[in-house]
């Protein structure tokens, strides 16, 4: 059974820094990643890599945010800087497993808030 563990989230004031992880059991992944979920918003892809260290970024966050996975670990994680209130969603860890891509897991989310 997949299970995925998501730390690091909080608040945090304009121009600072998060960092997230994601701790996942249960398979081996070939797809890591993150998405994030505004208010009133859909779910969108913020970062992923796959197990071979190919990187995927949003626009919006290129340059600021750094994905990163620790194959050994199966954790992923998201290093956040120069964070901005547009930043503030709930952020879901999202996995694809590497014998069956058709299946995804989601982690429950974890709040990141931006501001003063």
């Known amino acids: 059974q997949v299970q995925l563990v998501e730390s690091g989230g909080g608040l945090v004031q304009p121009g600072g820094s998060l960092r997230l992880s994601c701790a996942a059991s249960?398979?081996?992944?070939?797809?890591m990643g993150w998405y994030r979920q505004a208010p009133g918003k859909q779910r969108d892809l913020v970062a992923s890599m796959t197990n071979l260290a190919v990187q995927n970024y949003a626009d919006s966050v290129k340059g600021r945010f750094t994905i990163s996975r620790d194959n050994a670990k199966k954790t992923v994680y998201l290093q956040m800087n120069s964070l901005t209130p547009e930043d503030t969603a709930v952020y879901y860890c999202?996995?694809?497993?590497?014998?069956?891509?058709?299946?995804?897991?989601w982690g429950q989310g974890t709040q990141v808030t931006v501001s003063y």
């Open positions: 999202w996995v694809r497993e590497y014998y069956n891509p058709y299946l995804e897991y």
């Open positions: 249960g398979s081996i992944f070939a797809n």
